[in-house]
């Protein structure tokens, strides 16, 4: 699989500092599992940290945590590169199979997901165990166009089935949208399967239809 979307420079270092919210660290694992490109980014991410941390010499950090904080980098970098290269060796989404970093929160397989409609050809499932913003699945018909709406912080998406186009072009699966509250969209999903999503937000969506921003509430979005 070679995704032509991919996750943001900044979303990297934040996951590799370990400063994401469990939302957004989940989708970023998840595209992590099926992107070698993107892996790639993450180690070299890794390594410019460890060697920031190495010439630091301000009075905030002591020598003491300074040589603490470089023994973990190494501890951590051999099991993690081993991990994304196993993840390497099977870069594609299974159709039958959620991927294993949002298996915690949704389960394992997509026969067992129970969606609640949230509007015509619109289902969705908020996540388990989030505490910090919100992680949900979306299953949307073919043909169907989200309302449009920009964003009150970060959004982070990941197509794993089906495709959707919009305003910053064509994503299918394994592509992701790394955006802010800069951008404004209407998602449109492809003729054929429904698609299906794995959604971070750490703020709610703004809406600019009345309908959508009346139901809001309600579903939690």
């Not at 920031?52 to 970098?77: F, K, N, P, T, Y």
Request: glycine content about 10%; some cysteine.
């Amino acid at each position: 699989m070679n995704p032509r979307h991919h996750l943001d420079a900044s979303t990297l270092i934040g996951y590799s500092a370990g400063a994401l919210p469990t939302g957004f660290s989940a989708v970023v694992a998840t595209h992590l599992s099926i992107c070698s490109q993107c892996r790639a980014r993450l180690l070299d991410a890794d390594r410019i940290g460890g060697l920031l941390v190495g010439q630091h010499d301000g009075a905030a950090l002591s020598d003491g945590a300074r040589a603490d904080i470089l023994a973990r980098i190494a501890a951590a970098e051999g099991p993690q590169v081993a991990q994304l290269q196993t993840a390497a060796s099977s870069d594609r989404l299974d159709p039958g199979q959620l991927p294993a970093p949002l298996r915690p929160y949704f389960g394992a397989t997509y026969s067992a997901l129970q969606w609640r409609m949230i509007g015509p050809g619109i289902h969705h499932i908020r996540a388990r165990n989030v505490a910090d913003g919100h992680l949900m699945l979306l299953r949307i018909a073919p043909g169907r166009s989200v309302p449009m709406h920009s964003h009150g912080g970060n959004e982070l998406t990941m197509v794993m089935q089906g495709a959707y186009d919009d305003s910053l072009g064509h994503f299918a699966a394994g592509d992701v949208a790394d955006l802010d509250c800069d951008v404004e969209h209407q998602p449109v999903t492809s003729p054929g399967v429904p698609c299906v999503c794995v959604a971070a937000t750490d703020l709610p969506l703004r809406f600019s239809g009345w309908l959508a921003r009346t139901l809001q509430p309600l579903f939690k979005l």
